[in-house]
T-cell receptor, first 115, second 116 residues
């Protein structure tokens, strides 16, 4: 069964360092997302990506964040200069179509710890 | 803005007990409603969904009915198993004007532990 895969599963980084979280969405999917969950809080939307551009981003997704689909298969989230409050579980998701009811498939998540 | 409020956890039940996890929502318009489940060490998986008022979503013995009048989508299961131990997330999506983005808005999640 096709699945969304994320790497690494856990990353520890020092404050101020850049991190890149990687995702391989399901191959025929067209809509891509990043969400995050700070421990004990809600899963929050960060950004959506379609047709090689950002279609929507939340207030959380400030200039420190960027996304790319560099090679047609990977979908990356870069945090330019990490802060302690960026520590969270980051989930990548993808959807096949633009219909409202189409299921979003999620990866296992990357736990980012900023020290 | 849109929001989802879930019953606070954790919930601990014995095997074969009845489960209810409450979920209410606030949204403009008519959202689609979802329950996602996260088993230990895994990603979020769609459990069930309902797309309009009075629809009932069901899967693996779980059910939830879209109640527009009470803006609720409570998750129920008649007899839980140890293998149902997981975190359950209520979520909604709706059509934004001008696009097909359909981002999900989640509740906080409810940890369910089922003991043998």
């Amino acid at each position: 069964e096709p699945e969304v895969t994320q790497t690494p599963s856990h990353q520890v980084t020092q404050m101020g360092q850049e991190v890149i979280l990687r995702c391989v969405p399901i191959s025929n999917h067209l809509y891509f997302y990043w969400y995050r969950q700070i421990l004990g809080q809600k899963v929050e939307f960060l950004v959506s990506f379609y047709n090689n551009e950002i279609s929507e981003k939340s207030e959380i997704f400030d200039d420190q964040f960027s996304v790319e689909r560099p090679d047609g298969s990977n979908f990356t989230l870069k945090i330019r200069s990490t802060k302690l409050e960026d520590s969270a579980m980051y989930f990548c998701a993808s959807r096949h179509t633009g219909f409202m009811n189409t299921e979003a498939f999620f990866g296992q998540g990357t736990r980012l710890t900023v020290v | 803005g849109d929001s989802v409020t879930q019953m606070e956890g954790p919930v601990t039940l014995s095997e074969e007990a009845f489960l209810t996890i409450n979920c209410t929502y606030t949204a403009t318009g008519y959202p689609s409603l979802f329950w996602y489940v996260q088993y230990p060490g895994e990603g979020l998986q769609l459990l069930l969904k309902a797309t309009k008022a009075d629809d009932k979503g069901s899967n693996k013995g779980f059910e939830a009915t879209y109640r527009k009048e009470t803006t609720s989508f409570h998750l129920e299961k008649g007899s839980v198993q140890v293998s149902d131990s997981a975190v359950y997330f209520c979520a909604l999506t709706f059509k934004n004007s001008g696009g097909s983005n359909y981002k999900l808005t989640f509740g906080k999640g409810t940890l369910l532990t089922v003991n043998p």
